[in-house]
């Protein structure tokens, strides 16, 4: 692990966009990155698990956690309460953990006032037919539903230029090597760089006897 302080990056999509697949897949072949797991407090659904896909707590525990401000960011999805813990993620990236926010773009917007060193993502589809292919394609939701993600995803889309990149999930190899590329060249800086390769600067630079 580096002993440089782990860097945060903000993912944001519209649902369907594939963004769930991809930082998957991301985590799988990176052991430097980990994903924030979200309060919520909607109901757990079949084949999920509390304290993994996310910490499920009722309102109550929710707003508590709000008004003590325990919460980087926050917001109300189909009426059912999400938000991140801002002492796990101060403290993941303490460690030289670097840091996965998958949250949408008002979130975003939260987390870069306070963190605004983050990295900020945006993943959106190839096509709106797409889309809308993808979310039919999950079977798991009612057309009035997928109706009213595809308004919200025309939101989210709108919000791109608040990230300072965009990745295009069309091909998935190449948007998740897009998505790797973002991590490494950050990685590659020359601060990060300098203390990862503190020993081998100084033999480079010294002039013997």
């Known amino acids: 692990m580096s002993n440089t302080s782990g860097a945060l990056y903000i993912l944001s ?7 769930t697949s991809l930082v998957k897949a991301l985590l799988a072949q990176d052991d430097q990155v980990c994903v924030s797991v979200s309060h919520t407090t909607r109901a757990i659904r079949q084949g999920e698990q509390d304290g993994v896909d996310y910490n499920f707590v009722g309102q109550e525990d929710f ?9 980087l960011e926050y917001a109300t999805v189909f009426e059912n309460s999400y938000g991140t813990s801002r002492q796990w993620v101060q403290t993941s990236l303490e460690q030289g953990q670097d840091v996965i926010l ?5 979130g975003r917007d939260q987390v870069l006032a306070i963190f605004p060193h983050a990295v900020a993502i945006t993943i959106l589809p190839p096509s709106q037919v ?14 009035v539903i997928i109706a009213r993600r595809m ?7 709108s919000q791109y ?12 190899n190449q948007a998740l090597a897009d998505l790797q590329c973002i991590f ?16 081998l600067l100084v033999e480079l630079l010294s002039t013997g006897d």
Not at 102 to 106: K, T
Not at 184 to 199: E, F, I, S
């Open 161 to 172: 230029g608040g990230s300072q990149y965009l990745v295009i999930n069309d091909d998935f």
């Open 184 to 199: 490494t060249c950050r990685r590659l800086k020359t601060p990060q760089q300098a203390v990862n390769h503190h020993q």
């Open 130 to 143: 797409a889309l809308q292919k993808r979310l039919q394609g999950r079977g798991t939701d009612s057309d």
């Open 13 to 19: 999509a519209p649902s369907g966009a594939g963004k």
């Open 102 to 106: 998958e949250i949408d773009w008002q």
């Open 63 to 71: 707003s508590r956690l709000v008004d003590q401000q325990q919460m």
């Open 151 to 157: 308004a919200e995803a025309h939101k989210e889309i």
